[in-house]
């Protein structure tokens, strides 16, 4: 399978902020052993293709990935393909069940480093306090906020070289500076709010970060950022979003463009972003 944004290039980028939910939003991760599954096979992925791992949150119907590839840009593609067919391949087996998982497509999102990544981090962190599940993001077994802090002895999906990584990212000096940073960023949240509110530019922008930032990805898309509108938010930060256009079920030429079977390829290398995978 492809998300929209591998048809456009998006998936390709050295760091990106995934979310894949499960089909029609069923509960089929409900159980911690169909979630820790999917932890084995993110850990299988991330030895097979070399990927890094920075955060991630397994809720019971979607889950919210914070990846980053150096080199190779099907790292990150390949790893999700994997992850989706064999989690779901056991399931059904396990189940003796048949049909989808997933939704067919999972949603990627381009992060700029420094305060937009940290933006993106908490939003990770405090997915299950938000779903009104725990009151805080360590009660959540499997989540990066664990991992990252207490990392287990084997099999850890975030290791010592992607913590430093994760510390360059976030513009912090030190792994220490990434642990105190975020344990003082989630207290602040729960003190000052008594559910964290749900930011959708995570889960829907296709890049998030300055203005100019996004305009240089607008730039590389070329023709197809027509149907793409850069939005200010009230904090400051700017999306990528799409446009909502109308148009007709058969793509006729002048539409074809908004058609999900295009296949126009984005094949550039940013420096100076991340992406986040919703599924």
Known sequence: FM?????????????????HRC?????????????????AWLFEARKRYGLTILNYVVTSNHIHL???????RLTIPRSMQLLAGRVAQE?????????AFWEDRYH?????TGRHLRRCMTYIDLNMVRAGVVKHPADWECCGYR????????????????????????????????????????????????????CPEWTESIAVGDER??????????MIAHYRDVTLLRDGTSVLRETPRAYTTRNAPENTILSCDNSLIWDVTFRNQAIALVR
């Open 23 to 39: 089909h029609e939003h069923d509960w089929l991760l409900k159980f911690v052993c169909d979630r820790r599954r999917w932890l």
């Open 66 to 72: 914070l990846v980053h590839a150096d080199g190779d």
């Open 108 to 112: 990627a999102t381009a992060v700029e």
């Open 91 to 99: 399931f059904n087996l396990r189940k003796q069940r048949t049909g």
């Open 3 to 19: 998300s929209c944004q591998e048809q456009t290039g998006i998936s390709s980028l050295p760091r990106l902020a995934p979310t």
């Open 147 to 198: 991992g990252i802090r207490n990392p287990p002895l084997r099999y850890r999906c975030i290791d010592r070289i992607d913590r430093g990584v994760l510390a360059r990212l976030l513009e912090l000096s030190t792994v220490d500076d990434v642990c105190t940073w975020q344990e003082r960023v989630v207290r602040e949240s729960l003190e000052t709010q008594t559910k964290p509110p749900r």
């Open 213 to 222: 930032y996004l305009h240089g990805i607008g730039a590389e898309l070329g």
